[in-house]
Nanobody, 127 residues
Framework: QVQLVESGGGLVQAGGSLKLSCAAS????????MGWFRQAPGKEREFVAA????????DYADSVRGRFTISRDNGKNTVYLQMNTLKPEDTAVYYC????????????????????WGQGTQVTVSS
């Protein structure tokens, strides 16, 4: 079992930056691929970014590629999402998630592939 706790959300003006953190409990964090998802009001939860065990492989949604960077520190059991050049359409609750079945062959963008979820952190971008 893994527990995930997000932090770092807040209110920022368009063009600004935020860095989200997700702290994981448990000794098997290093074995999991990790992902960030987001859900805006009235919309479905969507994939944002994912990272492999070692951090050597990453994947991004087209809408955030080039603006967001996912990273992890296995020594601190933490995954990060650096968000730059934020836009009002980035406003959402951001969730981190862990994929314990990741085999190393490729990162998933599907919600169903992730087994553990955090409670979410609100990001609001004003225009």
């Amino acid at each position: 079992q893994v527990q995930l706790v997000e932090s770092g959300g807040g209110l920022v003006q368009a063009g600004g930056s935020l860095k989200l953190s997700c702290a994981a409990s448990g000794r098997t964090f290093n074995n999991y691929a990790m992902g960030w998802f987001r859900q805006a009001p009235g919309k479905e939860r969507e994939f944002v970014a994912a990272i492999s065990w070692s951090g050597g492989m990453t994947d991004y949604a087209d809408s955030v590629r080039g603006r967001f960077t996912i990273s992890r520190d296995n020594g601190k059991n933490t995954v990060y999402l650096q968000m730059n050049t934020l836009k009002p359409e980035d406003t959402a609750v951001y969730y981190c998630a862990a994929d314990r079945r990741y085999s190393g062959s490729g990162l998933s963008q599907r919600l169903a592939a992730y087994d553990y979820w955090g409670q979410g952190t609100q990001v609001t971008v004003s225009s």
